[in-house]
């Protein structure tokens, strides 16, 4: 059974890259390596994880890295978001800061 040419057993794989620790599951598997669907929101996952911890640095400079820092979690939070909402529709859409950068090859 396939959604939109994705493989139903990547899905679920896909959905729980983007839940923090989690990452290391499909990291570990290595079931990505034959899933470009996987391939792909796993490279985002990767990229959402510097992301937070890019936060958690900037929260440390008073005053305004609190303030940055909470409108970056904010914008973060809410791109994962619609990142897990792509997966579990079997979509791959790309965002024009983060397709720059391709962690997993």
Known sequence: FEVT???TCALPISVISYLG???IIPLLKGEYKNSPFLKFHLNQAILFCIGWALTILLNVI???GGLLGGLFSFAL???EIVCIVYAV???TKT???ISKFKIIK
């Open 89 to 91: 529709k079997g979509e």
């Open 62 to 64: 008073p005053f305004i």
């Open 5 to 7: 040419g994705v493989q």
């Open 95 to 97: 965002f024009p800061i």
């Open 77 to 79: 939070a809410i791109l």
């Open 21 to 23: 620790i989690l990452i």
